[in-house]
């Protein structure tokens, strides 16, 4: 079996890889009650991840992109060391972060940070404002008392949410999810951190509000050089905001590629008829309606050789027994499909 | 021709202890047979309470405080519960975000079917189960799980049995509340397609309740567009999308991205909705409004009447009877 | 009306709409204010004994069992002391030993309960076993077996109180620490960089102390309660000791002769000091943990 690491000699011309991912596996125990650990004796497993590898180069925007259960966000938690992989590796501007601990996993949480989903339920309740978005500067030793008051109000500010002084003695409970999602975005900025990982950001948030902190989020890369994985199951919205994406079903990564070479083509037979599947505010367009057999199969057990050939439509007798690596297509554009 | 639906000045409002919130403040509604309305709405427009008085399911300390609901030319607004449940789910039905609300746990898909046949149709056990079967096969569930428990399908197939319960003593209407939003979108294209399909095929009327606007017009035939309680917008579908004449509908469409489009701007509405337990005079969409004027602000603002089926709530073309 | 009356009547109207203020809802939240308005009358009654005891308690300061008169407001008992005074000194020992043993039990259940739960794992395993098999114990049988171990004194039987009402509090925190660990913000704050202390103290613990009054005031009733039994059975205090419990007990004697003054008002202080208890728990679960308006 030939190993997927995945190289781009052009794209590492231009800029500096600054988080690169290879093999990444993350495998969870299945939770089984006495008696059926008993009765079955063999331990089963959700395969979360299953060997995945990309780059992302500094002041990229990585769209991490997929359906639930794809395994986009364990990836999120993988990179974000928030939890351990089974296997592979992972490597923060160049350094190996996969297994680090202690002190040495303290200094990496300066320099990569997570936004998550739920602002509602991100924030400790009984923090206030300018408490919870300090709280990092407390904790690393960079700034106390005034100096750090200081620095929190700057950054409340920065985010929007005038006056900062107000903002800095309330509860969460008092803020709109919108506004949640900004001290969110405050807390993981203070420390300067050079890669984030936002978790679906708006997708909790109302609709004519979200570019609003999209708008934060770009303006906060411009100004400070940031690296974002973005993961999102919109395709939509990942084609706004992002400069590359990755396609992931059931815990691997399809397709990759720029995102104006996923969009214009793209290649494997999931990411078509995830695209044709995206509603678009118009009525009068002409659909072309792919029709993909059954549901997301489970990832405890999951299909032979690629995941994708029970619902794919231009399955062969190879795709059910040997798992298709990305191969290149065309320029930044990759897919794992033996159609190609 | 009788209208399937009419709602008439509804007023709905929930009397919490922090004060009376306003949910629906003043809805005018009509719908025909076998039309599809979509009714959309970010969190707090008040859609999913208009859906839920229609089959007077607002749960205390809400209430429906004054309007009329006619259903079928029937006046339903003061029909008490029992005269309700005569025509919840065997006229009217709603399904929900959660299928679980709708499907009993401990109950076999099939003999739930039955079950609910038979709650409102004097037939056989026998003749019920055949009906079931065929519903099953409608919406796409494979007859040899006709005898498993909710719990061993997945989120889009218990959407399917959902619909099937709701479909079963062929109603006039369907009230789909957010009936796709958990699900992925894949999923969500294929709900949509049977949505479609069953509509058709058994002359149901249909309000898709959403926040997804984009998802609306796969479906909607004309749409209803809801902020604070109100409707701003009644338009066909295709005349919403291209005249937007609401600056809320304007703000929306603005702020929803476009996968079609490269380059798209993508904008957001700024400010908040307002506070419905004490609603701005006016307008209330006036303080986020790019176009509003002292009359916004001082009062509210009328339906007006563009076309035979286009109506906007918006001073902008107050005594304008056409589109410029 | 004349004026005096009518003054008292706009005060008590000015008082009750104060009131109406913070209390706006009838009902269950009222209690939580007349539950603490007993408990601080007691409180009051302790602090305040030897001012307010017109005789001292434990001496004899007249004829054996005279009916309440108004010498003695509430008559004497079986050793001629003041029954009076002996109540009003027996809130001492009630107040004392009731808040001692709920503090007790509170600590140690509330830290143990923290650390079990956040630890997992071994620590957690055995901690519970204990704390069940504590729990599952009938609690007086358990408190009158401690007591009898330890011997009489206010700490002693503190103590064995405390014993039994540890569980509650471990497993209600550990309960709410198992949940919250596997909560979002908690993770956030994992991503931040915080250390397992720092979590547990800022951001587990503030989460869990709102639920600890509601369970501590009712703790104390019951606390109230297994005191007077112990008392009662002539474990915990030593005599002379002014102590409710065991001036039941002593007076329990006379009954049959139709003196009920000298175990009558002792049980009346106990049944009063539980309400006051039991009310203000009710009443802050009414207020913390309000169901809405129907």
């Not at chain 1, 060391?81 to 996993?105: H, N, S």
């Not at chain 2, 006619?70 to 959660?98: A, C, P, Y």
């Not at chain 2, 006016?282 to 009359?295: L, N, T, V």
Request: proline share 6%; aromatic share 10%; glycine share 8%.
């Amino acid at each position: 079996m030939k190993k997927s690491i995945w190289l781009s000699v052009s794209g590492m011309m231009e800029r500096k890889v600054e988080l690169k991912v290879v093999n990444l596996k993350k495998y969870f125990p299945v939770q089984k009650s006495f008696l059926e650990r008993l009765l079955s004796g063999k331990i089963e497993y959700v395969q979360a991840v299953n060997r995945i590898s990309f780059e992302v180069r500094k002041g990229e925007v990585f769209g991490l992109v997929g359906e639930s259960g794809c395994g986009k966000t364990t990836t999120g938690r993988l990179i974000t060391r928030l939890i351990e992989p089974t296997e592979g590796k992972i490597f923060f501007k160049g350094e190996d972060v996969t297994f680090i601990q202690g002190e040495r996993l303290r200094e990496f949480r300066k320099y990569v940070q997570i936004i998550f989903q739920n602002p509602y339920a991100s924030l400790n309740p009984r923090m206030r404002i300018g408490e919870a978005t300090g709280h990092p500067l407390e904790i690393h030793g960079i700034a106390t008392g005034e100096k750090k008051k200081k620095m929190v109000l700057e950054m409340l500010e920065k985010v929007g949410l005038e006056p900062a002084k107000k903002f800095y003695d309330l509860y969460p409970f008092e803020l709109s999810g919108g506004q949640r999602q900004r001290v969110a975005i405050a807390r993981a900025m203070i420390l300067n951190p050079e890669l984030v990982v936002a978790d679906e950001p708006i997708s909790m948030i109302d609709v004519s509000l979200r570019a609003k902190i999209l708008e934060l989020m770009l303006m906060l890369k411009e100004e400070r050089n940031l690296t974002y994985v973005f993961i999102t199951h919109d395709l939509a919205v990942a084609k706004y905001i992002s400069d590359w994406i990755a396609i992931m079903y059931l815990g691997e990564i399809v397709e990759i590629g720029r995102k104006e070479q996923i969009f214009s083509t793209p290649y494997h037979p999931y990411t078509k008829a995830l695209l044709s599947a995206i509603p678009v505010p118009d009525p009068k367009r002409e659909k072309k309606d792919i029709k993909l057999k059954g549901e997301v199969p489970s990832s405890i057990n999951p299909p032979s050789g690629c995941r994708f050939h029970t619902r794919c439509n231009f399955t062969k007798d190879k795709c059910q027994n040997l798992k298709p690596s990305l191969k290149m297509v065309d320029k930044d554009h990759y897919v794992a499909c033996h159609l190609y | 021709m009788k209208n399937l639906l009419t709602i008439k000045d509804l007023r709905v409002y929930y009397y919490l202890r922090e004060g009376t919130v306003r949910a629906v403040d003043g809805v005018n509604f009509f719908m025909k047979r076998g039309e599809t309305v979509g009714l959309v709405g970010e969190s707090g427009s008040g859609k999913s309470t208009l859906g839920l008085s229609i089959l007077k399911l607002v749960a205390s300390p809400g209430k429906i405080v004054s309007g009329k609901i006619l259903f079928n030319g029937n006046d339903i607004t003061g029909w008490n519960e029992k005269k309700m449940r005569l025509i919840r789910g065997s006229r009217i039905s709603m399904v929900f975000q959660d299928p679980m609300t709708s499907l009993n746990p401990l109950m076999r898909i099939e003999e739930h079917l039955v079950e609910t046949i038979r709650t409102h149709q004097k037939i056989s056990k026998a003749e019920a189960k055949k009906k079931a079967s065929l519903l099953l096969n409608e919406v796409g569930i494979p007859p040899e799980r006709s005898g498993d428990y909710p719990h061993q399908f997945s989120g889009g197939m218990r959407q399917r049995i959902g619909i099937a319960l709701a479909i079963a003593l062929n109603p006039d209407l369907l009230i789909a509340d957010e009936f796709t939003s958990s699900l992925d979108v894949i999923v969500q294209f294929q709900i949509l397609s049977l949505m479609k399909k069953l509509k058709a095929s058994h002359r149901m009327g249909l309000i898709f309740i959403s926040h997804d606007i984009s998802l609306v017009s796969e479906i909607a035939d004309r749409i209803a567009l809801m902020y604070a309680g109100q409707i701003v917008e009644f338009a066909p579908a295709d005349v919403f999308f291209s005249e937007h004449l609401h600056p809320y509908s304007e703000g929306l469409l603005n702020s929803v991205p476009n996968i079609e489009l490269s380059d798209q701007k993508l904008s957001y509405i700024p400010g908040m909705p307002p506070d419905l337990v004490h609603p701005p005079e006016g307008c209330r969409f006036y303080p986020r409004c790019p176009y509003g004027e002292d009359i916004c602000k001082r009062k509210e603002p009328p339906l007006v009447q563009i076309e035979k089926e286009y109506m906007v709530k918006c001073f902008r073309y107050d005594g304008k009877k056409s589109r410029t | 009306m004349s004026e005096k009356v009518e003054v008292k009547y706009s005060i008590s109207r000015f008082i009750v709409s104060k009131i109406k203020n913070i209390f706006p809802q009838k009902g269950t939240e009222y209690f939580a204010l007349v539950g603490f308005i007993l408990i601080l009358l007691i409180i009051l009654m302790a602090i305040f004994a030897p001012f307010i005891a017109p005789y001292n308690p434990i001496k004899k300061v007249g004829d054996i069992l005279q009916e309440p008169s108004s010498k003695f407001l509430l008559g004497t008992d079986g050793l001629g002391r003041d029954v009076l005074s002996r109540i009003i000194f027996g809130a001492r020992t009630a107040i004392l030993v009731t808040l001692l043993a709920v503090s007790i039990s509170l600590s140690f259940g509330v830290l143990l309960g923290l650390l079990s739960g956040y630890t997992g794992g071994k620590f957690d395993t055995v901690f519970s076993l204990v704390m069940d098999a504590v729990y599952s114990f009938p609690g007086l049988i358990l408190a009158i077996v401690l007591a009898a171990m330890l011997g009489p004194g206010i700490l002693n039987t503190a103590v064995a109180i405390a014993v039994i009402y540890t569980p509650t509090y471990f497993r209600m925190v550990r309960g709410l620490v198992l949940s919250l660990k596997e909560s979002l913000f908690v993770e956030a704050a994992r991503a931040i960089g915080a250390n397992d202390r720092t979590i547990v103290f800022k951001y587990i613990f503030p989460n869990v102390i709102s639920s600890i009054p509601i369970v501590l005031s009712l703790n104390a009733a019951d606390a109230v309660l297994t005191l007077a039994a112990l008392s009662f059975l002539g474990l915990g205090l030593p005599a002379p000791t002014p102590d409710w419990g065991f001036d039941l007990r002593a007076g329990h004697a006379y009954l049959a002769s139709k003196i009920w003054w000298p175990s009558t008002f002792p049980g009346l202080m106990i049944v009063i000091l539980t309400l006051g208890f039991s009310l203000l728990g009710e009443g802050l679960n009414e207020i913390l943990n309000p169901e809405l308006r129907r």
